[in-house]
């Protein structure tokens, strides 16, 4: 297949998902930039013939199908699909309301799986295709204050880990991208939200982590433009990983998730190891 593809990318109106489409383009492929605000869309994107501009709420199945059915109606095919997608949700579980986690979870988890639905079809039928998911340092590492985006992560990559041997012998491969903290608008107000305060035994804590994650908009040290050009470079290997971990904090963050693995690993070895059951 030439290097020319169709990319199929959600949360195209701002953010990563603008870079990525551009970073498309720019490599002289096809794209189908989606959001649930086109108007976003066409002022974040210069009008192109290799660009298709379609609305797609990811929480809606029956959008992700109607997408799909207009992307493949004006291109022919779908051979990248980007689940890029998603929102923040900050906060204590204890002050969460049980439907902000549904929220979250319907958002960063449910909607990769309705777009990804509706799309293996398409790939099946191709025999081949590449399934790329954002996730996040979070999709790794659990952190104070992020109950909620974390299990959000966490549940994509059990999800792509499972699936990338359900669909690999159609052609089909799947890459899990763990992002570490870039210059995109995840921490701004339209997409971040908080759990309410509601329990003082959390305050200050809680305060801390909010302002943090305020002083870092914009400052993020990770380029999106520099994340795009990289997953072209994968989305054309015969081989692509399963995993990417994007940014110099993913992968002290994995780094660091290994090396606590080993340590708990060799702590408890001998319990571990004496749990087969003794037949009399």
């Given at each position: 297949?030439?290097d020319?593809?169709?990319?199929?990318?959600?949360?195209?109106?701002?953010?990563?998902?603008?870079e990525f489409?551009?970073?498309?383009l720019?490599?002289?492929?096809?794209?189908v930039?989606?959001?649930?605000?086109?108007?976003?869309i066409?002022?974040?994107?210069?009008?192109?013939?290799?660009?298709?501009?379609?609305?797609?709420?990811?929480?809606?199945?029956?959008?992700?199908?109607?997408?799909?059915?207009?992307?493949?109606?004006?291109?022919?095919?779908?051979?990248v699909?980007?689940?890029n997608?998603?929102?923040?949700?900050?906060?204590?579980?204890?002050?969460?309301?049980?439907?902000q986690?549904?929220?979250?979870?319907?958002?960063?988890?449910?909607?990769?799986?309705?777009?990804?639905?509706?799309?293996?079809?398409?790939?099946?039928?191709?025999?081949?295709?590449?399934?790329?998911?954002?996730?996040?340092?979070?999709?790794?590492?659990?952190?104070?204050?992020?109950?909620?985006?974390?299990?959000?992560?966490?549940?994509?990559?059990?999800?792509?880990?499972?699936?990338?041997?359900?669909?690999?012998?159609?052609g089909?491969?799947?890459?899990?991208?763990?992002?570490?903290?870039?210059?995109?608008?995840?921490?701004?107000?339209?997409?971040?939200n908080?759990?309410?305060?509601?329990?003082?035994?959390?305050?200050?804590?809680?305060?801390?982590?909010?302002?943090?994650?305020?002083?870092?908009?914009?400052?993020?040290?990770?380029d999106?433009?520099?994340?795009?050009?990289?997953?072209?470079k994968?989305?054309?290997?015969?081989?692509?990983?399963?995993r990417?971990?994007?940014?110099?904090?993913?992968?002290?963050?994995?780094?660091?998730?290994?090396?606590?693995?080993?340590?708990?690993?060799?702590?408890?070895?001998?319990?571990?190891?004496?749990?087969?059951?003794e037949?009399?």
């Amino acid at each position: 297949m030439s290097d020319k593809k169709v990319w199929f990318i959600t949360g195209a109106g701002r953010g990563m998902g603008v870079e990525f489409a551009k970073a498309a383009l720019q490599a002289g492929n096809k794209v189908v930039a989606t959001g649930r605000n086109t108007d976003a869309i066409s002022k974040a994107l210069s009008e192109n013939e290799n660009l298709l501009i379609v609305k797609l709420d990811i929480t809606s199945l029956s959008d992700a199908e109607a997408a799909v059915s207009a992307a493949v109606a004006h291109f022919g095919r779908i051979d990248v699909l980007i689940n890029n997608a998603g929102s923040f949700y900050g906060g204590y579980f204890e002050e969460f309301r049980p439907e902000q986690i549904e929220n979250q979870l319907t958002t960063n988890f449910f909607g990769p799986m309705n777009v990804t639905r509706a799309l293996l079809p398409v790939m099946r039928k191709q025999r081949s295709g590449h399934i790329f998911s954002i996730s996040s340092g979070a999709g790794l590492v659990g952190f104070e204050f992020n109950t909620a985006y974390a299990a959000s992560k966490f549940a994509l990559e059990g999800w792509m880990e499972s699936l990338q041997a359900e669909v690999e012998p159609f052609g089909i491969h799947t890459t899990i991208v763990n992002a570490g903290f870039f210059r995109t608008e995840l921490l701004t107000k339209e997409s971040t939200n908080y759990a309410t305060p509601s329990i003082e035994a959390y305050t200050g804590r809680r305060e801390e982590f909010q302002e943090f994650f305020v002083s870092k908009n914009g400052k993020q040290e990770g380029d999106p433009t520099k994340l795009g050009q990289a997953l072209i470079k994968i989305a054309n290997e015969e081989q692509p990983p399963h995993r990417f971990l994007a940014g110099e904090d993913a992968v002290d963050l994995a780094e660091q998730k290994i090396a606590q693995l080993r340590g708990q690993i060799d702590a408890y070895r001998d319990l571990s190891m004496s749990m087969a059951y003794e037949e009399e």
